[in-house]
């Protein structure tokens, strides 16, 4: 028999919730909503009247308080969207009961499968239950797990008004997948202090720092000209694009090519034409003074691709997307230690690590919502081999009903 906790991850999991890069629409698909919308049902049927839907895709809930103490207001968030890496529309989740350490192979594509090998922490679920993909969509734990801990969450506190808490705010967010998840949150009508997003992997680990992050569009302007009648007159915006490209470094300065601290330059799109071509990137690091020197380095190679088309000319153009949220979490050290007291509480060690990456809370940290990221389970995310260990969500419950409590305790 699954635990609720599975169960509703397996109910979400089946509604395609996709999010699209490319479109401008809030949000970017409308799809998205069908799971938001059953949230504020589900909430709602549990006794959480103020639950609702708004205009953006965004849910909002309180779970009211159960002390007189003025807690600080505690949000726990987690995204509905996932990732256009991968579909996302006819997912068949398969529960894998008294995992015994083989190969998974998944039923829909034959091509696929889940090896030990090289999913080691599968070996740490033996005679767990585990759920899978059936092989041609990915599973959609990421973040769809988060959303299933934070409603168990609500639902047993809901159920258990004896259990001591302040009041708790719910925020479930679109987009998060395409970078978007923090544009349209209301952080006033949210009324939080503090957040926790539900988003990260392995049992006890507890994300408190992630990338700074730029992106950057660099555009090549070149002559356009008849190709029957072109020399001396075209200059091809494409292959300049090319040759920029290739002036990459091979054996560094790339996703595929640096792990652990180390930050990268990284183009994700291309696209154009002899007359103009344009090729966006990822700009990441830890330490975010590194960005601009990326940058500069990167518009250098710009420079001596373009050098070498006479009539050519570009644009070099900066955005940035989010920033370290240690650089925030640093200045209140207690919001780590409430969740390393929780973790304990639960029988388990916290792991500190850093995310090659971001989360909405990255943004949200910035926006006056301190917020670290706290463990779900999800592996192998945004592939058709994803899979996670209810024993794991199971946990992370637990760590957040003491987690609650915590806040509760320190407040005089």
């Known amino acids: 028999m699954l635990s609720p906790v599975a169960e509703k991850l397996i109910r979400y999991v089946q509604i395609d919730t996709q999010s699209n890069p490319s479109s401008s629409s809030i949000p970017s698909t409308e799809k998205q909503k069908n799971l938001s919308k059953l949230l504020v049902e589900e909430l709602q049927q549990m006794g959480v009247s103020d639950a609702l839907i708004d205009e953006y895709g965004y849910v909002y809930a309180t779970i009211p308080a159960t002390t007189s103490k003025s807690v600080p207001v505690i949000c726990f968030c987690s995204h509905v969207d996932t990732a256009p890496d991968c579909s996302g529309t006819g997912v068949q989740p398969i529960v894998h009961e008294n995992y015994q350490g083989q190969v998974i192979f998944l039923p829909d594509d034959s091509s696929q499968k889940i090896d030990p090998e090289k999913h080691p922490y599968l070996l740490q679920h033996i005679g767990q239950t585990v759920i899978t993909a059936s092989g041609t969509t990915l599973l959609g734990a990421d973040d769809k797990a988060g959303v299933a801990i934070i409603m168990q969450l609500a639902e047993e506190l809901m159920n258990n008004p004896s259990i001591p808490h302040g009041a708790i705010r719910l925020l479930f967010t679109p987009d998060e997948e395409v ?5 349209h949150v209301n952080i006033q009508q949210l009324g939080a202090e503090v957040g926790y997003t539900l988003d990260g992997g392995e049992i006890g680990t507890l994300e408190d720092e992630t990338f700074s992050a730029d992106g950057v569009v660099v555009t090549f302007h070149g002559i356009s000209a008849h190709p029957g009648y072109a020399k001396g007159h075209l200059v091809n915006a494409l292959k300049i694009a090319a040759d920029f490209i290739n002036s990459l470094p091979k054996d560094s300065w ?14 994700v799109r291309i696209e154009g034409n002899a007359e103009k071509a344009t090729v966006e990137f990822i700009i990441r690091d830890f ?4 960005l601009k020197q990326y940058e ?4 250098l190679l710009v420079k001596q691709a373009v050098a070498n088309y006479p009539g050519s000319s570009y644009s070099f153009e ?7 949220m240690a650089e925030v979490l640093r200045k209140q050290p207690h919001i780590l230690a409430y969740a390393e007291e929780a973790y304990k509480m639960a029988g388990l060690s916290s792991r500190k690590e850093p995310i090659r990456g971001g989360t909405d809370g990255s943004r949200f940290s910035f926006m006056g919502l301190p917020c670290p990221n706290l463990f779900t389970g999800m592996q192998a995310i945004h592939s058709h ?3 996670i260990g209810v024993r794991d969500m199971e946990k992370t419950v637990e760590v957040l009903v003491h987690l609650v409590q915590i806040w509760e305790s320190k407040t005089t």
Do not use: K, M
């Open 179 to 183: 970078g978007r998840g923090a544009d």
């Open 254 to 267: 790339s996703p595929e090519t640096t792990a652990g601290r180390e930050g990268f330059v990284h183009p």
């Open 287 to 290: 330490e975010t003074d590194l």
């Open 296 to 299: 500069e380095r990167l518009e």
């Open 318 to 324: 900066v955005h940035e997307q989010y920033r370290n």
């Open 385 to 387: 081999q994803e899979w």
